[in-house]
């Protein structure tokens, strides 16, 4: 099966920056995916990767280590609207299945 | 306007009785999933499907059945035999065979069983 470790909870206030990090155990991997859920609503999609290396998306940049088995989220200038549950997910070669983590809840502080 | 549709949004049954759950997607999406969401929860994969008449077991399978006779639809039974069913349910799809890793989520549906 997959294993994904993400922190439970992280405060900050606005206009800081946020690195919430992602751990994985799969074989088969194919990618890291973020998506962001706010409270009663749809996750929605944030960010991929499935090479090492950062990709930039605005506020919000993703990092991954395919060696480490490792990836980040970085929200920079962070707003009221950032709270949030920020979610990892792996994609899996060859397979359609999408594993979703436990999820981050991140609280943004006037 | 093209998405994924999960009806209806909220639903209230008996226990012993068994619920259908709506999704249908006008995304030509290949792939179709269900999750389930406990309150503070991350996002359970139940049943996902890659293909019409193809669908594989999740990690939380038990309890559910599903079908996928259609591209556009996917819906999920919730049986008698799922111990605990009270929880949000959620709808994806995506298109992985054609590049697209990205997923699409319909609104959910909450289920609570008295």
């Known amino acids: 099966g997959q294993s994904l470790e993400q922190p439970s909870e992280v405060t900050a206030v606005e206009g800081a920056i946020v690195q919430i990090n992602c751990t994985y155990q799969?074989?088969?991997?194919?990618?890291l995916s973020w998506y962001q859920q706010h409270d009663g609503g749809a996750p929605t999609f944030l960010s991929y990767?499935?090479?090492?290396g950062l990709e930039e998306t605005g506020r919000f940049s993703s990092f991954l280590s395919r060696s480490d088995s490792y990836g980040y989220l970085l929200l920079q200038e962070l707003q009221m609207k950032d709270s949030a549950s920020y979610f990892c997910?792996?994609?899996?070669?060859?397979?359609?299945?999408?594993?979703f983590g436990a999820g981050t809840t991140v609280t943004v502080r006037a | 306007d093209g998405g994924i549709t999960q009806s209806p949004k909220y639903l209230f049954r008996k226990e012993g009785q068994n619920v259908t759950l709506s999704c249908e997607q006008n995304?030509?999406?290949?792939?179709m999933y269900w999750y389930r969401q406990d309150p503070g929860q991350g996002l359970r994969l139940i049943y996902y499907?890659?293909?019409?008449?193809?669908?594989q077991k999740g990690d939380i399978a038990e309890g559910y059945s599903v079908s996928r006779e259609k591209k556009e639809s996917f819906p999920l039974t919730v049986t008698s035999a799922q111990k605990n069913p009270t929880a949000f349910y959620l709808c994806?799809?995506?298109?992985?065979?054609?590049?697209?890793?990205?997923?699409?989520f319909g609104q959910g549906t909450r289920l609570t069983v008295v």
């Open positions: 994806a799809s995506s298109s992985p065979g054609q590049g697209s890793t990205e997923a699409f």
């Open positions: 799969t074989s088969g991997f194919y990618g």
């Open positions: 990767n499935a090479l090492d």
């Open positions: 997910a792996v994609s899996l070669l060859g397979d359609y299945k999408l594993s």
């Open positions: 995304l030509n999406h290949d792939a």
């Open positions: 499907s890659q293909i019409v008449n193809d669908f």
